[in-house]
Structure formats: C-alpha cells, structure tokens
C-alpha cells in the first residue's frame, strides 16, 4: 500500500514545511486567507467548520476546472507517485500538485515542471503574478508553453558509465557540426574518456552528436545552460570538477559556470576581429581562469580586448596547437590511387598535373573568391595547373556570397572538364583530394588552424597562405619547411608560390598515426595555473552592479561570486568601491589621470552659480517635456540651446519649451555621430556658442532608454548632472571653479578604450603626451558639463576639415566613441581638471 502521507512528508522535510504544515490535504496560508482567520488557527477551524472551504490550491482549482487531472498527471515522473496515481489512490493527484507547489528542489525532482523555471520563460507570467502551475494547467498546456520536459528531451545518455572515483569534466562546444571547432571538441572529447568522466553540452546538436555520445557519460543541448542545467538528470552534473569550453561561441556556458564556482579553460580558435558583439570575448577574458590560444598569431588579435579588461596575458594565458604537425607523405599507390578516383568525378585526367586544393567552406572568410581568381591566373601560366576546392556551403539564393560567387564559378567556367578548377562537396572524397595533391592553397583572409592544413601536411603537402591570414603564419610552423607565406591577399604571389613549389614525392610506407594528448595537455596547464593562484578575494564588493546577471535578489549569490572572480584575478568590469578608481587615479603616471579626481554628490545653494547655458541634442523628443519640467535649474539657463534634424521637430521643441516658460533656441542639423556633432559644431568657425564659456550637454539618445534599465541610467546621468525637481546639483557649482575643464556623473562600471583603442595611432603627436592604457574614468554616455575651450580644442585636435563617418555607424569603435572617451584629455590639454561626481544612492541599473 502507497503511503501518500510519507511521501509528503519526505518531500515537506526537504522544503523546510513539514513543521508547519504536515499534511498535504491542508495549507494552512491558504486555508486562512479563505476563512479571514490567522493561519494558526487554520486547522482547529477547518475541523469544527461546517463551511465548505478548499483546504488548498488544489481542491479549490479543480472543482472548476476537473480536466486539470490529466494535465497534472502528464507532468509527474516521480515512479511512486506515477504508480498511486495508476493505481487511483484517493488523493493522489491532490499531493503531486501540493508537492509541486513546494517548488524548487521538489518540483523539479518530482515532476517535469518547474515554478521558477516557468517563471524565468515566461515573463508575461511573472509580470502579471498568476500563480505559475495553476495557469499552466489551465492554460499553459494548451498554448503549447514550455516545461523542462522540452529541456529534458535534450538530454542523451552518453556510451560510458559514470565511474565516482574518476574526476568529471565538461566540455562545452557551441554545436555539433562537422566544422573546425566541434570537431577538436569530439577530439577532446574522445581523448578524456579514458580517465575522466566527460559531460558534452552544446548550444545546438548536429551530426557530431552521436560521436559526442560515443565518448561521454551524458550529452546535453541547451541554450540557457544557468537556467537549464539543474533540471539535468544524473549524479555526474552534481560532480563536475572543472569544465573546457572550446570556442569564444561557448560563451553561453561562463554564467553556469560561474555560478556554480567550477574552474574553466577557455579554448579559443577565433580573431577578435570577427567575434562579435564584443561581450563573448570579454565575458571569457573576465572569468576565464585560464584562456588557451591556438596560436600566436589568434591570441595577438585580442590583445586590446584583454587589455580592455585588465586581463595578465603573460600569467592567465597560453599557446596549445589543437593537433602536431606531422610532415609524412603517401604511398605511390595510394597517391596514383587517389587521382583516378578524382579523375573519375571530374571528368579530366589528373594523374600527371600539378594538383593544387583548397577545403572548407565556400564563403568569404575562407576566401574561396581568391582560390578562383588564383586558378585564373594560374591558367594563363600553366594549363597543367589544377585548382580542386572541397566543401560545402554555396546557396546560390543566398544574397551575401552565395549568389556572387555561384555567378563568378559560371564565369570562369568551374567544373568544366576542360578547364583546371573544379568544385566537389564535401563527403568521401576529402581524403582522396589531399592524398591527391601536390599543395594546398589555404586562401583564407582569416583562419585560426584550420584542421584541413594539419591533413594536408601530413599527407606530404606544401601549404602556401597569406601573411597575416592563419595562425600558420606563426614561426613555429613557418619554419618547418610546409608553409610558404606570401602577400596578403595577393591572389598572384599566390601562384607564383604554388608552381615554384616541387611536386609532391611518395613514400614506401604509410604515414604514422598522430599521438593525440591535447585534453591533458589543456588540462595540465589549468591545474597549473589554479595552484599558483595565490590572491583571493571574499564577500560583496560596494557595487553590487551585475555583469553576467541578473538584478535579482535571487541572483545575489551568483554578483557576488562573479566580483570574487574578477577580483581574484585583478581584472575589471566594475570598480570595487570608489576608492579604487581614485587609487587606480593616483597611481597613474599619465598626464589625463593626473587631472583627474572623483568627489562625492552634494546640493549646491542657488545663490554664487554661474552663468551657464545648456545644449540638448533631441533627436527624439519623447522626454524632453518631462526634462524640462522635472529639472527646475533648467529654468536658470541663460540660454538652452536644442539641436534636432528637422523643422518639424524644432517646431514641436519649441512649443514644448514654450509650455514650461523656457525660450528654447533651436538649431536644425544633421543627426551625425548622434550628438556628438550637434555638440561640437556649435563652438566650431561660425557657431552659435557665441561668448559663453560654461555648458551642459545632455541629449535624448534613445538608446538609453530602448534596452532595459536604460531609464535608469538616464535618471542617473541627469539626476548627477541636474538635480532634480527644485535640488541644484553641485556638479553646476564645480564647473564654476576656477581651473575646473570637465564636471560628469562617476560611473561605477569599468570602462574602457574598447573598439576606439584601434584609432589611437591616429592620435599620436597631436597630444601632449601618450594616453593612457585604459581611461579609467571619462562621461560615459556623454552628457557632462564642459567649458567652451575644452570643446574648441577637440574641434582643433581633429580639424575643419575632417571626413566625419556617416550615419548609421557601428555600435563601438568610431570616431564618436573616441571622443567620448577624450574628453578628460581635452580638459588636461586645456590645463584644467576633470571632476567625476560619485552619487553613491543613485541607482545605477
């Protein structure tokens, strides 16, 4: 017989309820609301009462709604409960949803349903304070909403038991395609199954998964591992020891790690140059405990992104190549082997040219153009000259290479067997092509270590590649002798390089098989770099701002952990506390910082302020209305000058203005670099700035208040600069000092030159000294007050006559972010101090 009332009891225990409510037929909580009595004398209440009330959630949910049974039933996988409920044991039904409303850990252990995890998906839900299991069974279900039975259908159980005496690794890879990075993955993978237990998460599954499944104890596929994960099945998720996350697209996985404290190793084959948005490589570089490059020339590329972060390339970093290169050769007979089974598919005898290949796939990165242009050129030169790409990827319907590239194979006349180049897809021929040929042309504009180079030495091919174009380039591999590197890019240096090379020799005997040791290598190097890790760093730091997440009490463990770890290891996102930026400050030795100084927020009296005029940049004008009527010192103004971009909106400006008793002179302007230029051209040859020499400058970007929270910056930045309703901020008193150049809101965050770091060669001579590493404190945002001199001489550091870029512009690296960004070294220019205004009860996020 099923003892309902034990069940219940187990799982109250683990909730932390059975004291107070040791039976599930009762909810004392509720039960009291019903009866408008205390909840202590729910139970005495019920006992005597002859009213009929629902003792909980779910008696009263079901006498409206009796269809919920089968609903609820579908969610249980609890194997007692399933069997009570089979069996039609009174009451049954009536406890799995009790037991669910106990919520996490319960619901999850019980049922395929989670309230957070529903909660967490649906934010309709939680913004509208429905209960979460009641509307699911009600609604949810029929809508087609979410449970972790979808998470969990993306769970495969993996060929290799789970051994409790072995340690347990995850390894993270962003799909399970067969391309470069998934594949070093399965590699990894199949290497660490002989002495670990091996977990295989990816952002999507592919065609790799049963390989993946092959070497692992479990596979699972999501793409909210710190939401996800728990509701994982298997003791090996509750012994993860450390993890591999293999590819800057795994960064997905860094939150879950966090979280959950477990050392990572960030193996990385991609540039800088083409990982975006910037997050994913800074959200590594943060909490990375060791980032593993495979090769010099890819780690090179992130330089100014770990230097955004403060991050010790010499301590938390190193080179490991994915595979050896091993330079073998073929037999004669698989060589001549090889060229009659290609001479078969295309058409053309190839058993006496000069075979050259590429792989991969067709696209631009990989520069598969050039590959074609080469064999052009190679024509006119040498018709026994044979230029043999294998790979997939070309959509003549798709419009950004596909459909150009498939009318350039027309043109040049691909695949005709009369001609010398020829495309075949990728599949069983790989190995024929590269036994086959005499070299490989890795055309690519940008590839780390692409696997087809390592095949393609080691089966006796010459590679030729670009300077600047692979991680081949590095001298470890430049100068073994298979690598040949020649112009960027150039297409006939190329081929000059190809037909100097000599043909390819066989060998008696088959190539050696490669010795594959990268996990332990990777994971020697981890363990290194964490028992030298002397400096720790404990408890909650004075801003609590979140970097992977959320703003949530519930999320408060997971900031505090995040801000141990930066700390740890003395990299920045966030300030600690305001007195390390102001030592961060004082020991600067550069000439910005030494003009720089934080002080605190106070009220300025209104009496002593000085004359000032105000700059708005609306090109959007939703909040200018309430700007002008919430912030009295507006009022002060001697004049408000407001830059727009058409005379429509200028006229809706000054009817705006007009009805809070404020002349708002308007100018009408090019939206270029945002605000930046409406700002800057008023104190250029000609400008309206006229004599005034003291100024704010806010503007109506939207892109405060689009994304969320961005309202909160904006009262942030305005209620520093401004004050607030008839409050006068000190920050107007401070530009009135003598010597004062710049006065702006501190920011908490830590932010750095960014993409802008790319232009500061431009720079260089035009400034008194060198700037800084990282600006450590300037307007984020750019709204600030100023003096007309610091804005004339950034005029002046870039000219009249400067080729501003056009709208749109990139979120980050333009010439406007730059100067966001110098406008403390303006002020220094000018031999005046910057001041940055800590408001330390001003929300922030």
Known sequence: MIDLGNIWRRHAATAGVLQKRPDFRLDPVFYAQQAAIPVDQAQAHRAASDLDLPG???????????????????????????????????????????????????????????????????????????????????????EGRRTISDVRRNQHAGKIPYAPDRPTCLIAVHE????????????????????????????????????????????????????????????????????????????????????????????????????????????????????????????????????????????????????????????????????????????????????????????????????????????????????????????????SFGAWMNYHLRQVGANNPAGNLFFLPAGPAYLDVIAGSDAMFLSSRLDPLPNVVFDAVRLGCQVVLFEGGSGFGDARYVDQGAFTAVDYANPAAAVDALLALPRKTATLEQPALEQDNLFQTLVDALHNRLATQDYFVRGESDFDLPVLFSTEDRHRPYRILEREKMLRYRRRMVWRDVDEARKALAVSDNWVHKTCRITHYATAERDGLPSFSVHIH???????????????????????????????????????????????????????????????????????????????????????????????????????????????????SLIGQPGTGLVAPFEPHYVSWARSRDLLPRLEGRLPGPLPENPLVFPVGNMFWTRASVVRAMNDLFGPDYLWPNEPIANDGTEYHLIERLWPAMAAQCELESVFVHKPDERRV
Not at 209 to 230: G, H, K
Not at 295 to 303: G, I, K, T
Not at 637 to 651: F, H, L, M
Not at 661 to 670: L, W
């Open 618 to 732: 609306a090109h959007y004008t939703d909040e200018l209305a309430a700007d002008l009527a919430t912030r009295r010192v507006l009022q002060l103004a001697r004049r408000i000058v407001v830059t727009t971009d058409t005379t429509r909106k200028a006229a809706e400006i000054e009817s705006i203005a007009a009805a809070q008793g404020i002349r708002a002179e308007t100018v009408v302007m090019p939206n270029r670099g945002r605000d930046i230029l409406p700002f800057m051209n008023l104190f250029s040859s000609g400008g309206i700035a006229g004599e005034d020499e003291i100024w704010c400058h806010i503007h109506q970007k939207k892109s405060l208040t689009s994304a969320k929270g961005g309202d909160i910056w904006r009262r942030f930045l305005l209620r520093i600069l401004l004050g607030e309703g008839d409050e006068i901020s000190s920050a107007l």
């Open 56 to 142: 909980n959630f779910y008696t009263q949910l079901r006498r409206h709604a009796p269809q919920i049974d089968a609903v609820l039933t579908g969610l249980i996988c609890d194997t007692e409960l399933l069997e009570a409920i089979e069996a039609e044991v009174e009451g049954a039904l009536e406890l799995a949803f009790e037991l669910i409303k106990l919520g996490a850990p319960v619901d999850e252990r019980i049922s395929d349903f989670s309230i957070q995890g529903y909660l967490d998906h649906y934010q309709d839900i939680a913004q509208a304070g429905v209960d979460p299991l009641g509307h699911y069974l009600l609604n949810g279900a029929a």
């Open 176 to 399: 399970m395609s067969r391309t470069g990075a998934p594949i070093v993955g399965r590699d990894l993978a199949r290497e660490a199954a002989r002495t670990h237990n091996i977990i295989i998460a990816a952002s999507c599954d592919g065609e790799l998964l049963d390989d993946f499944r092959a070497t692992a104890c479990e596979v699972v596929v999501t793409s909210q591992p710190l939401q996800e994960f728990r509701f994982f099945r298997g003791e090996v998720f509750n012994r993860i020891d450390f993890a591999i996350i293999n590819s800057v697209e795994t960064f997905g996985f860094v939150p879950l790690l966090v979280a959950h404290d477990i050392p990572f190793a960030a193996y990385l084959h991609e540039y800088a140059d083409y990982t975006f948005p910037a997050y994913k490589s800074t959200f590594i570089a943060l909490f990375g405990d060791l980032l593993v490059f495979s090769s010099d020339h890819v780690r090179d590329s992130w330089a100014g992104r770990l230097a955004d972060v403060e991050f010790n390339t010499t301590r938390d970093s190193t080179i490991i190549p994915q595979r050896p290169v091993l330079q073998e050769a073929v037999t004669a007979e698989r060589m001549a082997e090889a060229r009659r089974k290609l001479s078969a598919i295309v058409g053309r005898d190839l058993t006496q040219v000069r075979l050259v290949c590429g792989a991969g796939l067709l696209q631009w990165r990989k520069g598969t153009d050039i590959f074609v242009m080469a064999s052009q050129i190679a024509r006119q030169r040498d018709p026994d000259c044979v230029f043999l790409w294998i790979g997939d990827g070309l959509n003549a319907e798709e419009l």
